[in-house]
């Protein structure tokens, strides 16, 4: 979740080239089908003025996941010192911010945030998979089947928040991989997060995302001292799973600032103009086609008449 790079420009590049620039409507069904759907989905509320950078959820989020064992230990403050991002070996990371989490903690000289997929509400991931190895689940996580992934990583371009990782050094059989909610894909299990349950201060609050989002605006509404007046993730790319509360802004602590709309909503909105409208360029292009054909043919016939026209009497012919 740091600022924009190639990978990001190259995400809403695509959309914007399509369309010369102008985005295109957004389907309001879609819109509001995927608000009721949300209704019902889980997320997981980071506050980041009470978490103090312990990396317990590193940890749990490492057995969950049978993940490797790293070489050092998960109470090795050190690895805070350099930026790190989600990986193949870390569905979570905890990264340090110098400063205080909020004007009322000046006391404090870092803040922690935690990165981990954020299981939007309309993840563009789900919608580049061509065969549907990535799904969103009825409550709200984002499952990954390695056994139909193609490997084409196109989900990786699409991710917002670039998260997805691929195991490049696995040579017979990589995966994508990321945070899944600790979902059990196999059981059919639902969003059962190891990292909120290991947190010791409720940094992280694990339940329905209609009830996070009422905690933070109650936070919000009663501390305002503390807190930057927005709740990261209510509405960016179209809401997702996870919710932040900070005391800074957020490019501040390696948040990305993104727009509301969701990718996956201009993409489709994309795909869908081609195969609805497609017909009337392909029906032109027809047309124009069939015209330069005739009149190639027609020149040539002209051509072919004024040739004969032009031909020698043969020897002995009448003149
Ligand atoms: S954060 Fe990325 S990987 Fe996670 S659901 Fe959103 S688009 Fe998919
Ligand atoms: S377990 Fe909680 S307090 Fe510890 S680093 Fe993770 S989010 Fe912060």
């Not at 608000?35 to 889980?42: D, G």
């Not at 993409?267 to 292009?285: M, N, R, S, V």
């Amino acid at each position: 979740m740091r600022p924009f790079h190639r990978r990001s420009l190259l995400q809403w590049g695509v959309a914007a080239a399509a369309t010369g620039g102008a985005a295109p409507a957004v389907a309001a069904t879609e819109r509001k089908a995927s608000t009721s759907q949300a209704q019902q989905y889980v997320g997981v509320l980071v506050d980041t003025t009470l978490c103090i950078g312990c990396r317990k959820c590193e940890e749990a989020c490492n057995r969950r996941n049978h993940l490797p064992r790293t070489p050092e230990s998960f109470a090795d403050r050190e690895v805070l010192r350099s930026f790190r991002r989600p990986s193949e070996h870390a569905f979570t990371v905890v990264n340090q911010f110098p400063g205080s989490p909020s004007p009322d903690q000046a006391g404090l000289p870092m803040t922690y945030v935690k990165a981990q997929c954020m299981h939007c509400l309309i993840p563009s991931c789900v919608s580049a998979c061509i065969v549907g190895a990535l799904t969103k689940w009825a409550d709200g996580a984002v499952v990954y089947n390695p056994t139909i992934c193609l490997g084409c990583r196109y989900c990786m371009i699409a991710c917002p928040f670039e998260i997805p990782a691929y195991e490049y050094h696995t040579a017979l059989t990589p995966r994508v991989r990321k945070c899944e909610f600790c979902t059990d894909r196999e059981k059919g299990t639902g969003a059962d997060p190891a990292c909120a349950a290991a947190c010791p201060t409720e940094a992280l609050v694990f339940g329905k995302r209609a009830d996070l989002l009422a905690i933070a605006h109650a936070r919000l509404a009663a501390r305002p001292d503390r807190y930057v007046p927005r709740v990261y993730g209510e509405h960016e790319v179209g809401g997702t799973g996870w919710l932040y509360l900070l005391g800074r802004p957020v490019t501040e602590v390696g948040l990305l600032e993104l727009p509301e709309t969701a990718p996956a909503l201009r993409t489709e909105a994309i795909q869908h103009g081609i195969f609805k409208y497609g017909i009337i360029p392909i029906a032109l292009y027809g047309t124009l086609a069939g015209m330069m054909w005739y009149n190639h043919r027609k020149q040539g016939d002209e051509e072919e008449e004024g040739a004969s026209d032009e031909k020698p009497a043969p020897e002995g012919g009448a003149r």
